[in-house]
């Protein structure tokens, strides 16, 4: 009697290396400023192989998923909003002091986790800051 209902959503295209290097630039160079391990990195951007973490800080982009894009994008935003915060400490030292805002959790603890949901609480932490 009814036809059944179908997507009609375009399929994700693969976003090329021309696209991502910028935001994966950004992690690598984020990552040095913090003073983090490659296994922090590698836990923060949700798990991805160290391999492909090695290659990035060599310079090597390579086609790149879009959470894990969505999760550089968020590094970069955290960052942005927290310079203000961190100036005094020095950006390393900041991520790992504890935040009343956080309610006691330093934000490299959050960012540790592996949830994106926490990268997007930490932005919105520290979002008002910024602006």
Do not use: K, N, Y
């Not at 090695?54 to 942005?80: N, S, T, Y």
């Not at 310079?83 to 935040?99: C, K």
């Not at 994106?116 to 919105?124: P, Q, T």
């Amino acid at each position: 009697m009814f036809a059944a209902v179908r997507s009609v959503e375009a399929p994700e295209r693969p976003v090329s290396p021309a696209e991502t290097g910028p935001l994966v630039r950004t992690a690598v160079l984020l990552a040095r400023v913090w003073e983090l391990r490659d296994a922090q990195m590698v836990a923060i951007l949700g798990g991805m192989q160290p391999e492909s973490w090695r290659r990035w800080c060599a310079g090597q982009v390579e086609i790149v998923d879009r959470e894990r894009l969505r999760r550089m994008a968020l590094l970069r935003d955290i960052h942005v909003a927290t310079r203000g915060a961190s100036a005094t400490l020095g950006a390393a030292d900041w991520i790992r002091a504890r935040q009343p805002a956080l309610g006691g959790r330093s934000p490299l603890q959050m960012m540790g986790s592996g949830r994106i949901e926490d990268l997007i609480r930490l932005r919105d932490a520290f979002a008002s800051i910024a602006a």
